[in-house]
Each structure stands twice: as C-alpha cells, then as structure tokens.
C-alpha cells in the first residue's frame, strides 16, 4: 500500500463522531445538526428537470473534457460575473464532478516529487482534501495561519524564502472555509508577486463564492484579481468552482476549473486517465444552473435571513461577528472548543464542529483552537431555534 496514506489525518467528521460517541443529547429536544456544510435549501425545480429530460444521455459515454455547451455556459457566466474581458471555453475550462475530486487531483498533476522536499503551502484552519492532496502527492504541507488580529488576511512572511523556494502550489479558499474572509485585492497582488518570483501554482478555491450578503457588492475572485492586474491568460493561477453551494446541487457533483490554458492542458491529461468525466444528465442539468441567477439571488436572501436571526441570538452571550461571504460562523468558546461541542449536543442537541480538528498547529499556534464552527445550512426556524439553544447554553458556561 501507498505508505503516505499513513500520513493522512482522520477526517473532522471522522473526529467528531468518536467526540460524540457514548453522548446522549437531551432527549426533550429535537436534534439540530449544524457541524456539516451541506446546503440543505431545495434544489430548483427547472435544474431538476433539465436533469430528468437529459436521461437519454446515459446512453453514451462522456468525454473529459466535457461538452461545448457547458463550457460556453460556463465562460458566459464568469464573464458575467466578475466582468472578464475574455476567457476562452476551448482551453481555459474544464467541467469537473464538483470541486472536491478536482482539488485532490491538481495536486497529483502539478507535484513534481523529484525536486527536494516539495512543499504545498495552505490555509489555516482550512479543508482537508488540501492537505490529503499534499501528502499523497508526496509534498509537505506548510501552513499559513488566518486570525482574528488581521480580519483572517494571510501573512505571508510567516514561511521563509527556503519554503517558498520549494512551494509548487498554494491552495487558497476565498471566501474561506470556515472564517468566511474574502481576499483583498492587496493580499492577491502580494500572491502573484510570489508566485512570479518563485514559479509556483496558485489553486483558488472559491466554492462559497456566490454566498454573499449584499447583493450589490459580490465577492471579489481570482480571476477578475487577475484582469485587474494586467495579469493575460491567469498565469500560473486556476480556480476551481461548484454547483454545490450556489444551486444547492450537492448531489450533482458538477463545478469546474479555469485559469491557465498550459496547466489545463496538463490538467486534462491527467484526468483522461483518471477516468473522470460528467454523466450527460449532469451536464445539461449543468447548464441550465449556470444560465439562470434568479434562483441564486433567491439562495442569497434566505442565508441573509438566517445569519440575522442567528447572530441576533447568539451575540447576546457570545463574541460572535458576521463573515465576509459563506454560510459558517467561527465562533470563539469560553472553553475548550472539544468541551463545548460535547456539552453543548448533550445538553442542548446541537451539534457544531470543533474549531481544532480544522487547524493544524504552525508556529505554536493553531488557529482553530478555541473556536467551533456553525454552518447554517439548516432552515431559517431550525437555525433560529439552534441559536436560541447556544445562547442559552453559554449563558450558563
């Protein structure tokens, strides 16, 4: 067996379910699950049937690099969104089975593991699959710390000139899994320095992307970054996006990557072998998702009404801010964050996710230390009742 699967670190989910086992929650109260981020709003009807009349499609197998429609669908909506002047559906795109494999497998693609000590530099706290994708790509993580002192804005001398001379790749989540920090334009110029200056690849990550607040300012992205500086043809720079969260879809399994056409091209020979390809069904259902924004508006609103309500609760006992964009909260606890999820699931019946199993510890700090993470994925009433039920509990700490 690969022995750098030994290397991987049990999942938070994985963690939590043995934090909870033996733990009874109050049997008076319906159980409230807020630990996974798992949109749980209805996912359109008109995608629904877009799948449904696209069934003959199994009939034939799909290609990796998906059809032309979608990509163009695809194209069309990321010039519209971030106002891009141009983005080719012929080499700078390709559909992915969500964002989660293709994050994975770049990894996989770009690592050269015969350079010296090959370094993969991430988010902290931060998703998981980067770190897997680190270790099985035979690279060693480096972690950039993300805290409250600097609204959770990376710092980029915290490595050395070695690390940054070894770094093939840096995985960035904007906005970001679970501080819901955006990054600014200054953070992404500094980023392109680097990467100019060191020759590594920048993954954005921006599955949250269309989880925002205010519907007049949308969140910053890579790409638009990219224009913004002048920077033609993304270099050394790919995003990677996702159905999931913005059409509730999650099932689908449907998002895509863009950026550089010359690592795409690579990208796309890896994954011919791979042997991922979208089922034809998806990709009509796809389509139809990509083209319409009603529904997303929609989305918005109802996230907007539950971070209202919940906020409005919780900040009655506990230090809780509103995020940039996604549907996290990063709360701080008056105790252990390992402590409070336990107490509060036996005593209350909700359960949150220890901020700790998202951090790494880097530098003498983790980061998610002493915090937990809600993902307000449940309905308006549900999350409403969840905070009611936080509230008091702390209040009582």
């Known amino acids: 067996m690969n022995p750098n699967l030994d290397r991987l670190q049990s999942y938070p989910f994985q963690k939590l379910n043995a934090l909870l086992a033996g733990v009874t929650p109050n049997p008076g109260l319906k159980p409230i699950s807020l630990y996974i981020g798992e949109p749980k709003h209805p996912t359109p009807a008109f995608i629904k049937k877009a799948l449904a009349d696209s069934l003959d499609g199994l009939a034939s197998y ?28 012929q080499t700078e795109i390709i559909p992915v089975n969500g964002s989660r494999e293709a994050l994975f497998a770049f990894a996989q693609a770009v690592i050269d593991p015969t350079r010296p000590a090959p370094v993969v530099v991430c988010p902290n706290p931060f998703y998981q699959i980067y770190e897997g994708a680190a270790l099985l790509a035979q690279a060693q993580p480096q972690f950039l710390n993300q805290v409250p002192a600097n609204r959770y804005a990376f710092d980029f001398d915290e490595l050395s000139t070695d690390i ?19 990054m600014s334009l200054a953070e992404w110029e500094r980023l392109f320095a680097l990467s100019d200056r060191y020759g590594f690849v920048i993954a954005a990550d921006e599955c949250y992307s269309e989880i925002y607040f205010d519907e007049t300012k949308a969140t910053l992205g890579a790409l638009q970054a990219a224009q913004h500086f002048g920077r033609s043809g993304f270099p050394r720079l790919v995003v990677f996006s996702s159905l999931s969260k913005r059409s509730n879809v999650p099932g689908m399994r449907s998002g895509f990557v863009a950026g550089d056409a010359q690592i795409l091209k690579k990208f796309l020979l890896y994954r011919t072998y791979q042997g991922c390809a979208m089922s034809p069904p998806i990709h009509m259902a796809s389509i139809a998702a990509w083209q319409d924004e009603a529904h997303v508006v929609e989305n918005r609103r109802l996230y907007v009404d539950k971070f209202y309500n919940v906020i409005n609760e919780l900040q009655k006992t506990l230090p809780v801010e509103m995020p940039d964009a996604a549907f996290y909260l990063w709360v701080p606890t008056p105790i252990a964050d390992t402590e409070f ?19 790494r510890e880097a530098r003498g700090v983790n980061p998610g230390t002493n915090r937990v993470r809600i993902a307000l994925v449940a309905s308006t009433a549900e999350c409403t009742e969840a905070a009611r039920r936080i509230r008091d509990f702390a209040r009582n700490l």
């Open 62 to 89: 799909p290609t990796t690099l998906g059809g032309e429609g979608l990509r163009i669908a695809i194209a069309g909506w990321l010039k519209r969104r971030y106002a891009l002047a141009t983005i080719d559906p």
């Open 164 to 182: 940054w001379q070894r770094t093939q790749l840096i995985y960035v989540c904007s906005p970001g899994n679970p501080t819901g920090a955006v």
């Open 341 to 359: 999820t336990q107490r509060l699931y036996k005593e209350q019946a909700v359960s949150v996710l220890p901020g700790s199993y998202l951090g």
